[in-house]
């Protein structure tokens, strides 16, 4: 997968008023505040941070292609290549 260098994040959304929220999206924010959510929703295991960085993954999430993505469009690479030096060290 490539990504375009003209890319840039969604704008925020807000959120909605919290008297329109129905008791099942209240039950799931509640779960995911308290951190103890039943259901697997976001970056999935195969793709955590520990698998990238040690190589257990393929293209298009190798260290490469995520230090790629980091330096280009999050702009944000700094910790990564400080976790990468302090872990060479």
């Known amino acids: ?3 375009s260098l003209t ?4 704008s925020h959304v807000p ?3 919290s008297s329109s ?5 209240k039950q799931r924010r ?4 308290s951190g103890s959510s039943g259901l697997s929703t976001g ?6 941070f520990d698998k990238i ?3 257990g993954v393929c293209p298009p999430c190798t260290t490469r ?3 790629n993505y980091l330096k280009y469009i999050e702009y944000s690479a700094e910790n990564l290549q400080f976790f990468l030096w302090y872990r060479d060290y």
């Open 7 to 10: 890319y840039r994040r969604p």
């Open 53 to 55: 960085i040690s190589g």
């Open 43 to 48: 970056i999935p295991e195969a793709l955590s």
């Open 15 to 17: 959120s909605s008023s």
């Open 21 to 25: 929220i129905n008791s099942d999206e």
């Open 1 to 3: 997968m490539v990504y």
């Open 30 to 33: 509640s779960s995911l505040e």
């Open 65 to 67: 292609d995520f230090m």
